[in-house]
Each structure stands twice: as structure tokens, then as C-alpha cells.
């Protein structure tokens, strides 16, 4: 009795939206325009945008965190949370690129590449078998620490500048690698309906 009654009560979980963690990503998403303003209007000699790029970048290590520890997981927040790191670091590139600071060709690739994992596997998506991979995880994170790194060279400490430059490429490089890994899982999913 009590198999069937867990799997009742765990759906019941993954499908309620309104959670502390999703509260947290949604936080995030509207923080996004304030965060890129500070950061393009940042001058030298201010902690100010690095402060609030940092604390803005680490909510998403935070609902991941609460959503384990509540046991608080929801398809929401399976949504939420990669849609509002993608939109994140689209906005943030942007911004960076428009200033001046790192070179279109990031916004560009990110970008381009992101657009043909939408249309190669928006159906694998929809059907809940993109899991975001550890490779996945981690080039967010660099592309994070890049971003910060190099908002802190312009602003309070240039020896940061060329760091965050050589992990903004290696970001990039992790964004075409975790592409191509969700592309081969889409490909298996449609195999697999196939056959």
C-alpha cells in the first residue's frame, strides 16, 4: 500500500509550483534588468555591480540547494531555473558587449547555439528528458565566475579582467560540449519512440 501512496505524494510535490525554491529563481529573473543596468553603468572604483552581480549569481546555487534540502523539486522549477540561467547569461553577455567590454562573438556563439538545441530537442524537452547535465552545471558556473571576473577587472581590480576572459572562453567552450551532449540525448529519445 504504502508504494503506490509515495509515488501519489511525490507527483503531488513535483507538480506544485509556488515553492521557497522557485521563489528564490523568480527573484533572480526579475533581478536580471537591475543587475545588467548596474553593470553597464558601473564605474571604476565601485564594488557596486560586482557586489550585486555576485549575490545575484549565487541564488542559483541557492534554489538548488533548498529545493534537496525542503525536498522541494517541481516541474516549475525544472523549467525556471535553466530558462532564467539562460536568459541570465544572454542578458549579461548582452550588456557586456554593448559596452564594450568582451566581444559580440560571445553573445553570437552562445546564442547560435542555444538556438539549435531549442529546435533539435524542444521535444525531448517537453517530455521531461533533458535533465540538466553536470556539464551542463558547470559551464553555467564559469560562464557566472567569468562574467563576475571580468565586471571586477573594469571596475575595482584589472589583474581580474584576464582571467575572467580566459574562463569566459573556456565557458563557451563547456556551452557547445553541454549542447551537444542534450542534442545526442534528444536524438535517443526520438530513437527510442521510433522503435
Not at 525542503?70 to 535553466?82: A, T, V
Not at 553573445?107 to 533539435?120: E, K, N, P, Y
Request: charge should be positive; charged fraction near 15%.
Amino acid at each position: 500500500m504504502s508504494g503506490p501512496v509515495e509515488t501519489t505524494e511525490y507527483r503531488s510535490e513535483h507538480l506544485r509550483p509556488w515553492t521557497i525554491p522557485n521563489a528564490v529563481t523568480l527573484l533572480r529573473l526579475l533581478l536580471l534588468v537591475p543587475v545588467c543596468w548596474f553593470v553597464w553603468t558601473g564605474v571604476r572604483g565601485s564594488w557596486l555591480p560586482v557586489v550585486l552581480l555576485a549575490i545575484w549569481a549565487s541564488t542559483d546555487w541557492v534554489d538548488g540547494v533548498l529545493a534537496r534540502a525542503l525536498d522541494q523539486r517541481s516541474k516549475l522549477g525544472e523549467w525556471l531555473d535553466p530558462f532564467t540561467d539562460r536568459l541570465g547569461i544572454w542578458g549579461l553577455a548582452l550588456t557586456l558587449s554593448v559596452s564594450g567590454v568582451i566581444g559580440w562573438w560571445v553573445l553570437g556563439v552562445i546564442v547560435v547555439v542555444d538556438m539549435i538545441v531549442a529546435f533539435s530537442a524542444a521535444k525531448a524537452a517537453r517530455a521531461g528528458e533533458l535533465g540538466v547535465s553536470w556539464i551542463g552545471k558547470a559551464r553555467t558556473a564559469v560562464l557566472f565566475v567569468a562574467v563576475l571576473l571580468v565586471v571586477m577587472g573594469v571596475t575595482v581590480w584589472p589583474p581580474a579582467s584576464g582571467v575572467g576572459r580566459v574562463l569566459l572562453v573556456v565557458g563557451v567552450v563547456l556551452h557547445g560540449v553541454a549542447a551537444a551532449g542534450y542534442i545526442a540525448k534528444a536524438h535517443r529519445h526520438r530513437k527510442a519512440l521510433r522503435s
